[in-house]
């Protein structure tokens, strides 16, 4: 959530700045909500002083061992009036709370404006991209197979065989060891979540149809950075502790709503896929600081496979629901001829700090830290561009060189 006080101090800002991420807020409901929280707040806490202080003044009879039954009555006449009181001011918290849930976070002012992907900014590439013959991954090897991933689960799964399998074990291997290597520290985690993680990091209540719920309180997530994150909710963390790096493989489940006709051939838009994270929580001073290093350590991953990127910062209108700011890695996909989203490394600021309750002491003073996540890398993504950019284009998928010692092979005939 954002900080309501921002919005005190200056609705009108806060408005543009928000419209540009294309969020219309209603400052005048904002307002009417605040204004009656506070009213029935004051209201509630008269309430429980007067009941305090006709408490005390009895109390003071009763050791007299004097009684006073219109005093009494005073006393149950303003408990009942504070108990309907305080069930009115939760259903009012409630009702603001959700109206804050429903709003995005503030982009920063260094994010380009900008209304769709067609305004992002590249910031910088790595490689030549190649022009090939125009095989997709699916054409070129027979060993990712969809259509029994059709059977066996539905539309948007596929069976990865032999090889194939253990080259994205191999990727995956190699990216948690990338990791490590920048101080990252890996974790196991669950693959479902409770709807409290969830809220935390901003997937739900906005976002409920691109998740698979399993019952009213668990889903499977859609990505580590949910459970990383909520490793450190309702935390008081040490200062000297930051930065805190974390990372994970997990699966990742998402419904892809919305998206239904897009990317529906081969690995590019899953229902259940593999990725790698990281997650950084460190202090607000230091979190584009943090943001610029992560993006350069989800790029070390490609640029150790030699697969052709681009770094794009997205602009206001294409930013995520809880980004403040965001760097896109896209690598070269020849059979489609265009650079293809790979990892998004993004600045949540103190959002998700502020839903999880993640903070921090300095100076005898609380405050919210800032948590950053990027990919490094969505495993199948990484596994077409390494099918497509290793093919020669004839019979034989060459292993990159950085992998194998992790396969034990150097090649794959297909």
Known sequence: MIDTNFIKSD?????????????????????SLELNRKNVQMQTEDLQAQRNALSKEYGLLRQEGKDDEALNAKIEATKTELDSCSEKLAVIQESFKNFLLDIPNIPSDSSPKGQSENDNVKVRDFGKPLISGGKDHLDIT??????????????????????????????????????????????????????????????LPKFADDLFQLNDDYFLIPTAEVPLTNLYRDQM??????????????????????????????????????KVELVQICHPDHSYQALESLTAHAETILQALNLPYQVVELCTGDLGFSAAKTYD???????????????????????????????????????????????ALAAGRALIAVIENYFDQHSTIKVPEILQDYTKFKSIEV
């Open 11 to 31: 609705p009108q800002k806060i408005s543009e700045a928000l419209k540009s991420k294309k969020y219309d807020l209603n400052i005048e409901a904002f307002e």
């Open 142 to 203: 027979s060993l990712i197979n969809t259509e029994a991933g059709t059977m066996l689960a539905g539309s948007r799964f596929a069976v990865l065989t032999g090889k194939i399998a253990k080259l994205q074990r191999a990727l995956i291997a190699f990216m948690l060891d990338k990791a490590a290597e920048h101080g990252y520290e890996e974790h196991y985690l669950p693959l479902i979540a409770n709807s409290e993680s969830l809220l935390a990091t901003g997937q």
């Open 237 to 274: 963390i040490a200062v000297e502790h930051f930065p805190l790096k974390l990372t994970a493989h997990t699966t990742c489940f998402r419904s892809e709503a919305g998206s239904y006709g897009k990317d529906t051939r081969g690995l590019i838009r899953q229902h259940q896929f593999e």
């Open 329 to 375: 890695l896209e690598v070269w996909i020849p059979s489609q001829e265009t650079f293809r989203e790979i990892s998004s490394c993004s600045n949540c600021t103190d959002f998700q700090a502020r839903r999880a309750k993640i903070r921090f002491k300095e100076n005898g003073q609380s405050r919210l830290a800032h948590t950053l996540n990027g990919s």
